[in-house]
């Protein structure tokens, strides 16, 4: 893979894991039922749902980029949504609560009522349909990214571009690329994770929520963080 | 500028960690250079790069004190995140394993991105937290140094860097939660920077340990620069936790065996 | 892809029950000394009054602490193995001695940890009256730092099996991180709710969730005497336990399950995955109406 691209691949990729914190539902007081959202911080569920996404996409690296990228997706995707399912059950059979959301009446998806069945004094408790397709949206995103990141530093590791100008990276074998670039992933991951979280301040109920008017602060912030390490990357590789 | 922090007063001062940070930018690269010179004397550097983790944590409890509101936690990643990419891109991709200027160009390149993205958050995102540029580039700059500095204490007995890479994953986790896990353990309303920072320095202490028993355990054929390490660390730990003991004993409402709780009825 | 063989089989089952085990104890390890998003019930009753007397081990969040424990456990574990197999002990029972080895020094990290923060936020309460009770501390801990013990334990006989049964890969203390910081933030999300909105307010009346003016309002006394953090991992077994098993362990079960059949080639998981994750979605609908159906409306709020 050409190192410029590669390049353009950890910066395009580390700012679609920026976006996808705004979409998954998350917070922090989720864990006394009494807002909606999975019960997490969303810059740790989002990374813990990133990084399941790349343990999915390891075992398809060396069959091409495309394949890695959606498997990367939908591994993440399978993880939300096994986390969601099992903790409307616990909401359920645990605290007797119902999945309601504390931002919208009526559910866009489903048309059923919010407010007769929250709880006095919450804001909403576990996550109703439309707040768990957002959830769905944003692992897709997330785990992409990632896979993104990840199999751009691979192939910026594995081109005969660069292995024929440097003989320090000639000399690491396709197994320990493959470490490296996920410790570089994950390093990416954690990296873009924790700037949404400054901008929503710790709760998000997902796409349906007024924050995602507040996009563009993420999008800006994550381009100029991505930006730059992908830059130094770069430099570290190709040039020195 | 002195070299040395002031020792804290009897009144509450609080040491700006900007000061912190400069002297453990110093130590720091004096204890790289010494390893450079003689592995062997590795149990020095670790003592000179321990003051980074101080620096560090430092920086968290200013950021955090202010309302942070994502929780304490989060700022420790990603200064950790920032720190620990740009070092290992030095370190093992680039064509010289550990040349002359690495600290200049990890410490470097490590504040001007940290610094960048806290100005960010201060003027796009809007926190309203003061001097948070700042203090962004003091985590990512400290965890940098102190990584730097634990990678090569453990490649100096001449380990091949295949067998190096598998210590990647703990050295990044350890140092973040070392960074803040400090702030985070002395939440409340007493909480002061002097306990504070003692506690960085044991938790120092705690995590040079873990890698020094890594540092013992790597398959290569001189393991005293891991040994000395060890040791050091583990005096160092005796040491700080009596210090820090001390002043948790003069903070505590009281220190008893057991008892009933005040205001319920038994 | 490789072919289906045995090994690929027992692999896939044997990553799917360990993740169960897994996310059962990692959910009372949480418990036992107050972690994560529920210890901010636990730091704001002295706020309002209330003496605690539980462990109040705040180590970060659940995910990056699970990250360590199972990274460095790991890490040890390897490097003990590659000795043992020069020593001439055959490869597989050197991981299973090495990954008891790494654990061990790991809890006794994790205890350090837990007394650490124990310790300062008691001196951080001072303004409150909140004394430094000995046995409050003393008690939990052994238990605490047990599974710990074996949540590090289970986490890195994971990574081994995933990496070396299954094919992935990742060198195994970044499998071990990655596990680590996805069961900490699974647990987080689906365990922690019933140790928070239930455990924690007995005294409450079951069937809502806890708003803001009750927060704080814990529990004092248990069932015999006063509660502290040992009387919370029985119960909260039962279910938040059980439910965090089935999470994690349904994730590796089907993840490494979709990859066993190879009817389309490569997209075969990709497109099998789907298709679980669709099911699920509907599975959630589903539930969503049965809870709404069995519960009804509030008294009081079915015209608003």
């Known amino acids: 893979m050409d190192p410029i691209t590669a390049m353009i691949g950890i910066i395009i990729g580390g700012v679609i894991v920026g976006i996808c914190v705004h979409f998954i539902p998350a917070s922090a007081v989720g864990a006394m039922s009494a807002s909606t959202g999975i019960a997490t911080g969303p810059s740790m569920l989002s990374t813990g749902c990133g990084l399941a996404g790349l343990y999915a996409a390891g075992f398809s690296i060396t069959l091409g980029l495309p394949i890695t990228v959606v498997s990367g997706a939908l591994g993440s995707a399978l993880m939300i949504i096994c986390t969601m399912l099992l903790a409307n059950v616990i909401c359920a059979f645990g605290t007797g609560v119902a999945p309601v959301a504390g931002t919208y009446d009526k559910d866009p998806i489903t048309g059923w009522r919010q407010k007769p069945f929250m709880s006095p004094g919450t804001d909403g408790h576990s996550m109703p349909t439309a707040t768990a397709v957002s959830g769905i949206i944003g692992a897709l995103l997330g785990g992409a990214g990632g896979s993104l990141v990840f199999a751009s530093v691979y192939g910026m590791l594995t081109s005969p571009a660069v292995v024929a100008i440097s003989p320090k990276v000639a000399a690491i074998s396709p197994a320990t690329a493959i470490t490296i670039a996920g410790m570089i992933a994950a390093g990416v991951f954690l990296l873009n994770c924790v700037l949404p979280a400054y901008v929503l301040v710790g709760k998000t109920e997902g796409m349906t929520d007024p924050k995602m008017k507040k996009l563009p602060k993420t999008l800006i912030s994550c381009t100029v963080a991505s930006v730059f390490i992908g830059i130094f990357i770069y430099i570290a590789v190709v040039v020195i | 500028m002195t070299m040395q922090a002031e020792p804290p007063a009897v009144e509450k001062k609080e040491i700006p960690n900007i000061k912190l940070y400069i002297v453990a930018m110093i130590t720091g690269i004096i204890g790289y250079y010494i390893l450079l010179a003689n592995p062997n004397l590795a149990f020095i550097s670790i003592i000179l790069v321990w003051p980074a983790i101080v620096a560090g944590a430092g920086g968290v409890e200013h950021l955090c004190r202010y309302g942070l509101g994502t929780g304490t936690s989060s700022i420790g990643y990603w200064g950790t995140a920032v720190g620990a990419t740009v070092v290992f891109a030095t370190i093992f991709v680039s064509s010289q394993v550990f040349n002359l200027y690495s600290p200049f160009i990890v410490i470097i390149v490590g504040t001007v991105i940290g610094y960048i993205v806290g100005f960010c958050a201060e003027k796009i995102i809007n926190m309203k937290i003061p001097q948070q540029a700042q203090q962004s580039f003091i985590i990512t700059g400290s965890a940098a140094i102190f990584i730097l500095i634990v990678l090569e204490v453990l490649s100096a007995g001449g380990v091949n860097t295949t067998a190096l890479y598998y210590t990647f994953p703990v050295i990044y986790i350890g140092t973040a939660l070392v960074i803040l896990h400090p702030y985070n353990g002395n939440l409340g309303a007493g909480e002061n920077q002097t306990r504070t920072l003692m506690l960085a320095l044991c938790e120092a202490a705690l995590i040079t340990t873990v890698f020094g028993i890594i540092g013992v355990l790597l398959p290569n054929a001189s393991f005293i620069p891991a040994l000395g390490v060890l040791i050091i660390s583990l005096i160092g730990f005796v040491i700080f936790v009596r210090m820090w003991w001390k002043k948790v004993k003069e903070d505590t409402y009281d220190v008893v065996w057991t008892g009933y709780p005040a205001g319920v009825e038994h | ?304």
């Not at chain 3, 140790?195 to 006394?221: C, N, T, W």
Request: aromatic content about 14%; glycine content about 12%.
């Open chain 3, 1 to 304: 892809m490789e072919p289906v063989t045995l090994t690929l089989m027992i692999g896939v089952g044997l990553a799917g029950a360990i993740a169960f085990i897994a996310g059962i104890i990692e959910d009372a390890e949480s418990d036992a000394g107050s972690a994560s998003n529920p210890n901010s019930q636990v730091q704001l009753a002295p706020q309002i009054g209330h003496i605690i007397r539980y462990y109040d081990k705040a180590i970060a969040g659940e995910p990056p602490q699970n990250g360590l424990w199972a990274a460095a456990a790991c890490t040890i574990a390897l490097l003990v193995s590659w000795r043992f197999v020069d020593l001439g002990i055959g490869q597989y029972y050197a991981i299973f001695f090495a990954a008891v080895v790494g654990a061990a020094i790991i809890c006794l990290v994790q205890g350090c940890f837990g007394v650490f923060a124990h310790l300062s936020r008691m001196g951080s309460f001072a303004p409150f009256k909140q004394p430094l009770y000995w046995d409050s501390l003393l008690t939990p801990l052994p238990y605490s730092m047990g599974l710990a013990f074996l949540t590090a334990l289970l986490l890195t006989l994971l990574a081994f099996v995933t990496g070396g049964l299954l094919g992935n890969p990742f060198a195994p203390p970044l499998l071990a991180l990655i596990f680590g910081i996805s069961l900490g933030s699974i647990a987080s999300g689906t365990g922690d709710i019933q140790y928070g909105a239930e455990r924690l307010y007995q005294h409450h009346i079951f069937g809502a969730g806890i708003p803001v003016s009750k927060m704080g309002d814990i529990d004092l006394k248990g069932e015999y005497g006063f509660r502290n953090s040992v009387d919370t991992p029985y119960f909260c077994i039962r279910l938040g336990g059980t439910v965090t098993a089935f999470a994690f362990g349904l994730i590796i079960f089907l993840d490494g399950w979709t990859r066993l059949f190879t009817f389309a080639g490569v997209w075969t998981s990709v497109i099998l995955e789907a298709i679980v994750v669709a099911v699920l979605f509907i599975f959630l609908v589903w539930l969503e109406k049965f809870t709404r159906d069995s519960y009804g409306p509030y008294p009081g709020q079915e015209d608003l």
